[in-house]
């Protein structure tokens, strides 16, 4: 049961989400980033390049977290992040390192949606009842010097698998996806779970839009069409 109060926030939520996206749509419009998950950077990178013809550029490290990343552009404000253990840091207690470390091959670990005011949407969200974490500022350094900088916000909504974060990059920051190596594009992003309408209705109380399927677990699906083949991803 939810009080009318938050009923109202929730209701706010879901219109602005009808902004931002369409049911049916093939990709969310407030996606921002898909990030692939494996345990050997070069690897990633040759994987992606093998089935889609594209070479994804060194992004930079994330320092204190344990790995660093390479990028390729999906499109307009959408890229994908290739992220993997940094060698140079080590004994590194991060969540997300130790998940990556786990991985046999390349998977689909998590996304990111783009939103112009985190601190508005955080506050709306915590009006509804809905726990998060952040925002938190990032930042890290692209390899010609050049400084990116955001803010994050996670949220604790089930099925955890399937959720975002949600990202504002800072302004002056140049988006990654308008110099990461080009030429693919994102053609089709979902999630699957075993209850899709529970999973539909997780994202609409976070203002989302997202192409939902039936599946046996949480999961994200990813197709990504490149100049010499498609590349189907999956977590």
């Known amino acids: 049961m939810i009080s009318r109060r938050q009923f109202v926030v929730l209701g706010g939520l879901a219109v602005a989400g009808a902004r931002f996206g369409r049911a049916g749509d093939e990709v969310p419009s407030m996606l921002d980033h898909i990030l692939l998950g494996c345990s050997d950077l070069d690897q990633g990178i040759a994987f992606v390049e093998q089935h889609t013809g594209v070479r994804a550029a060194i992004g930079g490290v994330h320092p204190g977290r344990g790995t660093r990343n390479a990028l390729l552009s999906l499109g307009e404000r959408r890229y994908l992040e290739i992220i993997a253990p940094d060698p140079a840091q080590k004994?590194?207690?991060d969540k997300r390192l130790t998940s990556i470390l786990k991985l046999s091959s390349p998977s689909l670990i998590q996304w990111a949606a783009h939103v112009d005011d985190i601190e508005a949407l955080a506050k709306k969200l915590r009006a509804a009842g809905v726990n998060i974490e952040g925002p938190a500022p990032g930042s890290r350094k692209r390899p010609d010097g050049?400084?990116?900088q955001w803010k994050t916000l996670g949220v604790d909504a089930k099925p955890e698998e399937a959720m975002p974060f949600f990202i504002e990059w800072g302004k002056g920051t140049v988006h990654?996806?308008?110099d990461?190596?080009?030429g693919c594009r994102l053609e089709n992003?979902?999630?699957?779970?075993?209850d899709p309408a529970a999973l539909r209705s997780s994202f609409r109380k976070l203002?989302?839009?997202?192409p939902v399927y039936r599946a046996t677990k949480p999961e994200l699906h990813a197709r990504i069409v490149g100049p010499k083949g498609t590349?189907?991803?999956k977590s």
């Open 91 to 93: 004994g590194i207690d």
């Open 146 to 148: 050049r400084l990116l």
């Open 176 to 178: 990654p996806s308008v």
């Open 180 to 182: 990461a190596p080009s």
């Open 189 to 194: 992003f979902s999630a699957g779970d075993n």
């Open 207 to 210: 203002g989302l839009e997202v």
């Open 231 to 233: 590349l189907e991803l």
